[in-house]
């Protein structure tokens, strides 16, 4: 298998990367404050439906679309390592199709999909990628067809976030300190290793510099649209780039979708929830105020 990285058309993870993304997708945040919103989301648009899920992973929505009552369901990652698990995991169904393919180049004719899932897959897309996804997503959906689309924020990109009890400027200094032990120009593995055991940071994004030198962003000015970055989890660090929220909707907007609304799923009755739940892991409101993810859902439009 490659070792993972930033590569022409997008990112790919390697061994360690895939195993922790098995194993706990999006962690334990992901788990409290989108999955079962997403699924809530998903179910009433799937039923009787022609699905496409984008960057289809190890096949979790496959599986919910084909359990919700999707006429057919197909799947497509670019890594065939991801391949191969969705294909075990929806072994089950029939009506379910998983195969390698590039969300810049997808392998299907138009108009042949009423629903699309496109799902934290922007951010693993480099530039020129980014934009033909979009328009690619236009072009396979029927007029009508709807998406929902889960992206990465401002914020996340800007925002460290801690444990509840974690004191920031400690946790910023324990930042420092790592940062100055990572050589310059570093590879995906070399950044991983040094902060995959740096469990008092939850999210942070880091990035590299004109110098060489890797840095936690603080801000989304010091970042260009669509460098490479890292985001340090807490499953594992995943080598993405960078798109601003004015890019994600001027790019879906270019491509001729029509966005009906973007919502937060961050709420406060889901962060009491999770506290009580993980104790050892408790969150402040900054998640609450200022989320890592919204998520679009977006239309292509009839034509008159």
Known sequence: MESGGHFTNGTRYGAEEITAFAGGRHGSLGQAFLDSAI??????????????????GIGDWCNLAAQ?????????DIQEEMVKLAKQATEHYDNVNIQVGDAADMPYDDDS??????????CNLSPEAFTKHFQELHRVLV???KAVLLVPTDWSHSRLYT????????????IAKILARVPKYPTTAQVTNAFKNSDDILVACLAV???GDLFHATNINQLMHGQPIWRKTEVMVFPNFFYSDKSSI?????AGLHIDKIENYFTEDKRVAYNKKQPDIPLSRKYI???????YHISKPFVH
Request: charged share 20%; net charge negative.
């Open 209 to 211: 510099d004109q110098k």
């Open 143 to 145: 007029p009508g067809g």
């Open 163 to 174: 444990k509840l009890q974690s004191d920031p400027s400690t946790v910023q200094d324990h």
């Open 113 to 122: 999909f009423d629903v699309a899932i496109s799902l934290f897959v922007t």
């Open 68 to 76: 919700c009552g999707a006429k057919s369901v197909d799947g497509f």
């Open 289 to 295: 105020q200022d989320p890592t993810a919204l998520v």
């Open 39 to 56: 699924a809530q989301s998903l179910r009433p648009l799937v039923s009787g439906k022609r699905v496409l899920d984008i960057g289809c």
């Open 250 to 254: 001027t790019h879906i907007l270019g």
